[in-house]
């Protein structure tokens, strides 16, 4: 039977044995240390299959850039061999066969980039900044800010701009009191 004690007229609770007290302490700090080792060996775990996967996108990425170069060489090799016949046509100087020739390089490329999904940027219409460089500006009797010359094309691949059209652009009309008539 559990000692009682009495104190200011109150009955106190039983005393424990200490031995009991430091045995479920023990048993409970057991216990938190193995859910802490098993959270500890999942994150590890966790942590190992992440790099992993890291590892494995990085390498399928590089293989897919490798895929698709490949493919772009593959298609370009025709391209090459046409020209090499174009500079065969100029060494005996057969002027008909190379222009046709380089005619058809140039066809090939363009339908290359094509499939590729690279179309040239139209250069008829109004400057716009955004897929136009303008090299300078030149009186025309054109509309001011109209595309009058295309110096170089520009190119595009899907939405975004490979290379602007270097233009050259109508600049404003000049008027009579600006010529200086003065007479």
Request: charged share 40%; glycine share 6%; aromatic share 2%.
């Amino acid at each position: 039977m559990p000692d009682r004690r009495v104190r200011n007229g109150e009955e106190a609770p039983p005393v424990v044995d200490d031995n009991v007290e430091a045995e479920v302490a023990a048993a409970e700090l057991e216990q938190v240390r193995a859910e802490r080792d098993e959270y500890l060996e999942a994150l590890q775990r966790l942590k190992a299959e992440f790099d992993n996967y890291r590892k494995r996108a990085a390498r399928d990425q590089e293989s897919l850039v490798a895929r698709a170069h490949e493919r772009l060489v593959k298609e370009l090799l025709p391209v090459l061999d046409d020209l090499g016949r174009a500079l065969e046509a100029a060494e005996e100087h057969e002027e008909g066969k190379l222009e046709e020739g380089v005619k058809l390089v140039q066809r090939a490329l363009s339908d290359v980039l094509r499939r590729e999904g690279v179309s040239e940027i139209e250069a008829d219409a109004r400057f716009d900044p955004h897929v136009h460089e303008a090299l300078l500006t030149q009186p025309s009797d054109a509309d001011e800010g109209t595309v009058i010359e295309v110096v170089q094309k520009g190119y595009r691949l899907g939405d975004r701009v490979l290379r602007p059209a270097r233009v050259v652009v109508a600049a404003p009309r000049a008027s009579e009191a600006d010529r200086g008539d003065g007479d």
